[in-house]
């Protein structure tokens, strides 16, 4: 009979360690795209950031505009001989207006604009009836002025102009106002639908 062959011997797995190469090697990655990753949540937060500024920056930027040109749009001339005829010169201008910001709509107010210079930061400054003012924008630098459009398009930087061929309407045609908002200049054009108009003096028939 054969001899039986002998029983096989089973090979067991070896297991060996990470060499010092090889370790240094994972180290080298791991560092890598943990900087990566560092560097990605970085650059989100920053994006996040930007953004919400600049929706804080629309959002308010508008709201302010909106008070402007409400406000402004709504200039009504005085009586000829009254104390709240429109002025206007580089830095302010004053009037009456049917759309105060602190009252209902409707209501004649006197109001006026102004930009305040004061240790190199501009304010944006709304005056109400009571002589308070409200500041509504502010940056860094001096840039701000309001210019004055006549009907004939012409640009002045107070009205009434100093030189003029007839006498000027109590209201001028546009208003320019020339601001910023965080560096980036600004311009409100606001044209003034009643300015060739003056307002009827019912005193003097009596009223």
């Given amino acids: 009979m054969p001899n039986p062959s ?18 240094l090697v994972v180290l080298i990655i791991t560092s890598f795209l943990t900087t990566l990753l560092l560097q990605g949540m970085g650059l989100i937060l920053q994006l996040r950031t930007q953004v919400s500024t600049h929706l804080h920056d629309l959002q308010h930027g508008a709201l302010q505009e909106y008070w402007f040109r409400n406000s402004t749009t ?22 009456l207006t049917l759309s105060p910001l602190e009252n209902s709509l409707g209501n004649i107010a006197p109001f006026a604009w102004q930009f305040e210079h004061h240790d190199q930061e501009t304010q944006l400054r709304y005056q109400k009836a009571d002589g308070e003012y409200w500041t509504i924008s502010h940056w860094q630098g001096d840039r701000g002025s309001f210019q004055y459009q006549d ?12 030189f003029f061929k007839t006498t000027p309407p109590q209201l001028p045609q546009a208003i320019l106002c020339l601001a910023q908002r965080r560096q980036i200049p600004i311009t ?20």
């Fill in 74 to 95: 709504s200039l009504t001339s005085d009586y000829h001989n009254g104390k709240f005829i429109f002025q206007g010169n580089p830095k302010k201008f004053s009037g």
């Fill in 188 to 207: 409100w054009l606001v044209t003034i639908p009643s300015y060739h108009g003056a307002r009827y003096d019912l005193r003097e028939e009596g009223w």
């Fill in 151 to 162: 009907a004939e398009g012409q640009w002045h930087d107070q009205w009434p102009p100093a």
């Fill in 6 to 23: 002998p029983p096989s011997i089973r090979s067991h797995p070896t297991f060996k360690g990470l060499t010092l190469l090889e370790m």
